[in-house]
């Protein structure tokens, strides 16, 4: 389940499927192990375009309708990007916790999951202090909750032309930040279960 706001839902990339896109491709260089990307939200010209992206949500937004969209979708897999919205709309205070609380109620919904947390774009432009203070708070309260880190790119202007959205040069680095933080699901043999790679 991708989980997040406008640049989970793909703002900026020029075929609506964001990261989600070149990330799908490279999971799906594994037929062994096929994958199926969940959600209620679609968006993006690939066979793939399920997620819980939101354009404009603060982590308060995912958090009132986080229990109803893993009861629907039951991921094993989440990959959290958000944040971003709570620095920008002058909500910053308190905004770590927030949403180190989200990944918290993800796994109390649904135990056997993985949260995976891509932290901010640390070049957001004018909010790059902002974003790195963040992320070194979630970044540090990963190993005592339970959630896997995820470092993001530092993008440069040609990849983020908006200074908020990525392009889809930019898209495809965060892919593979993504993609390299799953390779061990992804290689894992056998996996338990069905043999399949738990759902993004």
């Known amino acids: 389940m991708p989980l997040g706001d406008s640049i989970t839902a793909g703002g900026g ?24 990307f969940v959600g209620s939200a679609r968006a993006g010209s690939f066979a793939d375009p399920d997620h819980e992206g939101h354009s404009g949500y603060v982590i308060d937004g995912l958090r009132a309708h986080i229990d109803d969209w893993v009861a629907a979708a039951q991921p094993d897999i989440v990959l959290l990007h958000a944040g971003i919205n709570d620095v920008d709309f ?11 609380e989200l990944a ?5 919904d649904r135990p056997n999951s993985v949260v995976y947390v891509l932290g901010l774009i640390p070049t957001t432009d ?8 963040f992320n070194a708070s979630v970044r540090s309260a990963s190993a005592a909750h339970g ?3 995820v470092e993001p790119p530092a993008l440069s202007a040609d990849e983020l032309p908006d200074g ?5 040069k930019g898209y495809v680095r965060m ?20 043999g399949c790679l738990p759902s993004p």
Not at 13 to 36: C, F, N
Not at 90 to 100: D, K, M, T
Not at 104 to 108: E, G, P, S
């Open 90 to 100: 002058g909500r910053r205070q308190g905004a770590p916790e927030r949403l180190i």
């Open 13 to 36: 990339s020029s075929t609506g499927g964001g990261y989600r896109l070149p990330l799908w491709e490279r999971l799906s260089e594994h037929p062994e192990q096929p994958i199926d």
């Open 175 to 194: 892919a593979e930040a993504l993609y390299r933080a799953l390779q061990g699901q992804v290689e894992a043999s056998p996996l338990p279960g069905d």
């Open 126 to 133: 004018g909010l790059e202090d902002q974003a790195v203070t």
């Open 147 to 149: 959630y896997l880190w």
């Open 104 to 108: 918290d109620r993800i796994a109390a």
């Open 164 to 168: 908020l959205h990525p392009n889809d």
